[in-house]
């Protein structure tokens, strides 16, 4: 059972005049009702280049609602440049230059993958899925030995 | 022009054989801009209890509360400190994610919104005092002979979910929220309003010209776990 801790802090003296915002929360990644930590993560980086369609980041390959969750960050310097984030087929928003999110994601059913399409110009990106479990895709070579 | 910045941090000691540690930080621009997000709904604190039915699921969040496509962004934190207590996060029907006790995340949103519904209704022929106009459960009773001043009187009320305007007689609604409201059909009136006039058949209040309106698809729908008391903290960042 491995220990990963979550923490977000979103701050600003000017948002709210005479209420300086400064939010701190921070969660330790379980698996799915329990105090048991999450043991499988994937970790990579990437680069989306405008040319390429929507991009599957992951698929729904784990166990139906689960807790499982996503970070992404759209690592592009260029400020009109941005990643397009959807889920399955709804668009949940976009990831301009520097943005980040983290969110959960409960593979509700076979299709709630994950997927990306950079506009504007390429974009670098880095990804962490830290999931309850995980089948790997079948193999396009089926059974080599029967 | 506000300056906001948010930061995540995830680390583990145990997770893999080398520790990891990164950390995130962004200041939250508008789209395509170095200029910051300046509107917010402020940080609040949602109940969710089971004595109300209505509250079983919220929509927490509608599409037309942000810009469409604008750099928008969204926290939540569930706060419960039961371990098996989740909210369920929609987009619209598409269900994201289970925040469980403790769990939040902070993401994107597009905001896809819908378009809003609208119509005309003219004041028409002769109005007469106590002759009254019922709608959106509101009823503008006549205190005047004038056709047109009994139209000022239907634009002067505050429907609970339409907004109106007047040009002479001609009063405009549009609704509060982008949705199929079901007043009207293209451009064919199917509401159900009330008219009671004294029956000499002069005054009428139809509906001119509308426009059907198109539902929002990206609203975020909370929807707690457990029939009991679950509280969740929200706050949007919008353009």
Known sequence: ?146 | MATINATLTIGSGDLLTSNLAFSVASTLSKAGSANGLTKTTGLARTNFLSTDPASRSKILYRADDAATNGSNKVYLKNLSTTVAEFFTVYIDQEEMGRLYAGDFAFFPWSATQGTLETFVVTATGTVAVGESWTFDGITTTSTSTAINTFAQQVDNEHYPNWTTSISTAAVTFTARHASVNGVVTGTTAITGDTLVESGDGNFTMPITSGVVGTRSEADIVILPSVATTMDLEHMLFNE
């Open chain 1, 1 to 146: 059972m491995a220990t990963t801790t979550a923490t977000v802090g979103i701050t600003s003296a000017d948002l709210t005049p005479g209420m300086a915002l400064g939010i701190s929360a921070t969660t330790t990644l379980n698996k799915t009702g329990l105090t048991d930590g999450l043991e499988i993560m994937d970790m990579g980086y990437g680069t989306l280049t405008i040319a390429d369609s929507h991009k599957a980041l992951h698929e729904a390959l784990g166990t139906v609602d689960t807790s499982n969750y996503v970070y992404l960050a759209n690592e592009s310097t260029n400020a009109e440049h941005y990643i397009e984030v959807v889920l399955h087929d709804t668009v949940i928003g976009r990831l301009y230059a520097g943005d980040w999110m983290f969110t959960p994601w409960n593979q509700s059913d076979s299709v709630a993958e994950w997927s990306i399409q950079a506009y504007g110009g390429a974009c670098a990106y880095t990804y962490a899925i830290f999931k309850s479990s995980y089948v790997l895709p079948d193999s396009t070579q089926g059974t080599l030995n029967p």
